[in-house]
C-alpha cells in the first residue's frame, strides 16, 4: 500500500499537538493521493490541543454503526471501519474496542 493512500502521523510538536494522531485516506477509497483535496482526514485529539477545523472529539468505546463497512485496511489487529450514516468518522477497531476519530474538513494542518 502507498503512503499517500493511508498514512497516520502524530501531530506535530512544533505547535503543541503531539498528543494527537492525524490519519489520512486517499479518496475515494483506495486513492493515492497527489493533494490534500483527495484525502479524508482524521483526527484522534483526546486532549483537544487542535482547536479548529475537527468535527467534534474522539470517542472511546462506542459501538461499530449497523451500516459499518470493514476497509480492509490493517495495522496489526487494529482495523478501518466507515459507515455511510456517520461520514465525518472514520472508526477504529481493535478487537471488541472501538473508537470513533472525528473528520477534520477542510484538513488540518500547523505552520
Not at 493521493?33 to 484525502?39: G, H, L, N, W
Not at 482526514?41 to 474522539?58: H, L, M, T
Not at 459499518?68 to 465525518?88: K, M, V
Request: aromatic share 8%; charged share 25%; with cysteine.
Amino acid at each position: 500500500m502507498d503512503s499517500e493512500e493511508l498514512n497516520s502521523i502524530a501531530g506535530p510538536d512544533h505547535c503543541g499537538w503531539e498528543s494527537a494522531v492525524m490519519l489520512h485516506l486517499g479518496w475515494p477509497l483506495g486513492t493515492v493521493s497527489r493533494t490534500s483535496a483527495q484525502i479524508r482526514q482524521y483526527i484522534r485529539d483526546p486532549d483537544q490541543v487542535i482547536r479548529y477545523g475537527v468535527s467534534g472529539k474522539v470517542e472511546i468505546g462506542v459501538d461499530l454503526p449497523p451500516d459499518a463497512q470493514d476497509t480492509g485496511y490493517r495495522n496489526g489487529a487494529l482495523e478501518l471501519w466507515l459507515a455511510e450514516s456517520d461520514p465525518h468518522a472514520a472508526f477504529l477497531r481493535a478487537g471488541d474496542e472501538v473508537e470513533r476519530w472525528p473528520r477534520a474538513d477542510p484538513v488540518v494542518a500547523c505552520d
